[in-house]
């Protein structure tokens, strides 16, 4: 008898992650013949789903975003609250982090998503080499980034001045402005979208101010708007044109013992957080389930795909996938092992990750949960950073896109 045969698209895992996954799997589970397909990047990889599940034609298993996306697609996705409550028991939710099981739900308490894994964002990341020969420090202060900005300008014009960001892609640009307003108005940009607090609100116009003025100061490189991060960006701060990058805790997985056989040069990347803007605020990151995982409704291999969700949510691949550092544990039981890192300088960056994620806090979440805010959002920012809007006229209409309808309730 022929294996059961179930399709799995998905943008991440990498390849050399996907294919240590696919073989574990397939070891546990030798009656099911797991058949993934990598779309591309995420942006690639949700135009395909969206023409694949609307019409019938889409894959068994689907990766997916929580926030936005999980509400877009909730409709194509099966409830996978009965599934954990079989597996696992009443006490099923004590197997993920709190933070993890939170964001699943806010495309309902049935829970049409699991969590996979959390990234991160945004993380600074710089090249050592250049920071070292030029006696620069990890910068803690805006004052201090300007400075270091300054003397990379300064020491070799080959050099692009600023942090690479891949502005072009507006989620680029939205995980530096959640870390701004996270210092700048805590907690606002989320209860701005549940209609709580206007979008003109005084702290959120300020936020929308400081990300035109870094644009102003020269925080960011000239090609900010204009390149996506992947390939583009990504590629000039890997040969060394471009000496720092903002990026999300997913850029560890090449920093560890298992990748420096490939295209990273070891103890060539050192990272910080967005710096302290003024005095007083906190420096902040968001975290967000950056995988999801979620049962296609018309699938008709459910138990199989529910093999494999558990497998990547609880299981064996929750290990080994959190091992690569493509994501951290969103799973209470599995925990990283700093040893798989490269060297010293990359245990001090995962250091600094876990730091954040286990100690600090976070100052909320990467994604907004509507998303027609969170695309307007995306709008904005990138026509403040061109000068083509005001920050309160970035406001205003960030307000109008709350004025033409409800902001999303999470519904049961």
């Known amino acids: 008898m022929p294996n059961e045969k179930v399709v799995l698209w998905k943008w991440i895992p990498n390849g050399d992650q996907m294919r240590d996954l696919e073989i574990s799997f397939e070891q546990q589970n030798p009656d099911i013949d797991l058949v993934v397909q990598h779309i591309g990047e995420s942006e690639a990889y949700f135009q395909k789903l969206s023409v694949g599940l609307a019409s ?36 099923w939710k004590s197997r993920f982090h709190k933070l993890a099981l939170e964001q699943s739900a806010y495309s309902g ?58 502005g072009k892609e507006g989620w680029a640009c939205r995980d530096i402005f959640m870390a701004i307003a996270g210092q700048i108005a805590p907690g606002k940009v989320y209860r701005a979208e549940q209609g709580l607090v206007p979008w003109t609100d005084p ?74 803007l003024t005095e007083g605020t906190r420096r902040t990151a968001t975290a967000t389930v950056d995988v999801a995982w979620a049962m296609n409704r018309d699938s008709k291999h459910k138990e199989a795909v ?50 954040y994620y286990t100690e600090r806090g976070i100052a909320g979440t990467r994604e907004l949960t509507n998303s027609d805010v969170q695309q307007k959002l995306f709008e904005v920012l990138q026509a403040l950073a061109a000068k083509g809007i005001t920050p309160i006229e970035a406001a205003k209409q960030m307000q109008q896109v709350m004025d033409r309808g409800a902001p999303f309730k999470n519904t049961n």
Do not use: C
Request: without cysteine.
């Open 56 to 91: 019938g034609n889409g894959p068994d298993i689907i990766a997916m975003q929580v926030g936005a996306n999980a509400n877009k697609y909730k409709s194509f996705l099966e409830p996978l609250r009965p599934y954990a409550e079989k597996s696992w028991g009443p006490d």
């Open 109 to 166: 308490e049935d829970y049409r998503v699991l969590p996979g894994g959390i990234t991160i964002t945004p993380l600074i990341f710089y090249n050592r080499s250049i920071f070292e020969s030029l006696n620069l420090e990890e910068p803690r202060t805006y004052d201090e980034l300007l400075h270091v900005i300054s003397a990379i300008r300064k020491s070799d014009p080959a050099l692009q001045n600023g942090i690479g960001i891949g």
């Open 203 to 276: 702290d959120l116009v300020e936020s929308f101010r400081w990300w035109r003025q870094m644009f102003e100061d020269g925080i960011f490189d000239s090609q900010a708007l204009e390149r996506a991060l992947y390939p583009y960006a990504y590629h000039d701060f890997n040969r060394g044109t471009l000496a720092m990058l903002s990026m999300g805790s997913w850029q560890l997985s090449v920093m560890t013992r298992q990748a420096v056989s490939g295209f990273y040069n070891p103890n060539r990347f050192g990272l910080f957080p967005l710096p302290q």
């Open 306 to 355: 529910w093999k494999f969700i558990e497998f990547m949510t609880t299981g064996e691949g929750q290990r080994v996938w959190s091992n690569s550092l493509q994501v951290l544990p969103s799973a209470t039981g599995v925990q990283v092992d700093r040893k798989v890192m490269a060297g010293q300088m990359e245990e001090k960056a995962l250091a600094t990750v876990l730091d």
